[in-house]
């Protein structure tokens, strides 16, 4: 480990000792289910070192370590993005700090647009695999042989699984399908959009891919699920804007908070 991993790890263990299963980074809108952690403590990123403070709106920028379910969870509540600093390994510090305090799975989330009408604003998408689309790589500088990091199967089988019997669970169907990460922050074209369809995506969105790679580089297993909050650009009568974004991911997070309850029931009791 190259960053601040072990000493945040410490940090959050003298404010609540003991081990953790699943961590989670919650992208926009989504944060809220950190305040529904039981026996929780909140630490501000600015108290852990090497954890980026969040630009954006909608963001929160604290880690959470509590219950969820009775398991014991990890929240990042709010990530940082690569085009907030340029930097494409911004939240290695973050991802290494969960795997520091025994997470050996990760769930991400994000709001994405999606490239199927039948994915409509206001549901969920598991993602089972990406594109990255940026050209960018966290593990761009990294020396060891590790590097050579096999992405045949970045999106756990077994937690997709896992994530299809919650939403059953809930009576609902969960789509799926390929996340494609372009590095924003302007939306994509039109343009961009049809090829982004014909090049075999289902959603696009500005983050996750990075954490993705950082965490499968740690040995963690993943899951992803997006929160679809517009139809991709020139699929929708009217412009994508952040306000969107963020007003259409706060419908979805009711559903979005049974389906993460849900998955931690499966993948610790399932
Ligand atoms: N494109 C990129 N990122 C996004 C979108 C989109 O359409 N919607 C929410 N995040």
Same mark, same amino acid.
């Given at each position: ?91 290695? &510090? ?134 679809? &909050? ?41």
């Amino acid at each position: 480990m190259s960053s601040y991993g072990n000493d945040c790890a410490e940090i959050v263990r003298a404010a609540r000792p003991g081990s953790y299963r699943i961590g989670m980074i919650l992208g926009s809108g989504l944060g809220e289910l950190a305040g529904e952690m039981e026996n929780a403590v909140r630490i501000p990123y600015s108290k852990l070192p090497g954890f980026p403070v969040s630009t954006v709106s909608s963001h929160g920028s604290e880690l959470v370590a509590g219950e969820l379910e009775g398991v014991p969870v990890v929240i990042l509540s709010g990530r940082a993005h690569y085009y907030e600093s340029g930097n494409p390994s911004i939240m290695r &510090t973050p991802v290494e700090t969960l795997k520091t305090l025994g997470c050996e799975i990760l769930l991400a989330t994000n709001a994405a647009g999606s490239l199927r009408e039948e994915v409509q604003p206001g549901s969920p998408m598991l993602i089972t695999d990406h594109i990255n689309w940026s050209g960018l790589n966290p593990l761009i500088g990294e020396e060891d042989e590790k590097r050579f990091l096999d992405m045949t199967a970045a999106y756990d089988k077994d937690l997709q699984a896992a994530m299809h019997r919650a939403a059953k669970a809930d009576g609902h169907a969960l789509a799926e399908g390929v996340y494609m990460w372009f590095s924003g922050p302007s939306f994509e074209t039109p343009a961009e959009i049809r090829m982004a369809r014909i090049l075999g995506a289902d959603a696009v969105g500005m983050s996750t891919v990075p954490e993705v790679i950082l965490a499968r580089f740690l040995g963690m297993r993943v899951a992803a699920m997006s929160i679809i &909050t517009n139809l991709g650009a020139g699929m929708q009568a009217h412009g994508l804007s952040h306000d969107e974004t963020k007003s259409v991911a706060k419908l979805g997070l009711a559903r979005m908070k049974k389906l993460v309850r849900g998955f931690v029931k499966e993948v610790s009791h399932g």
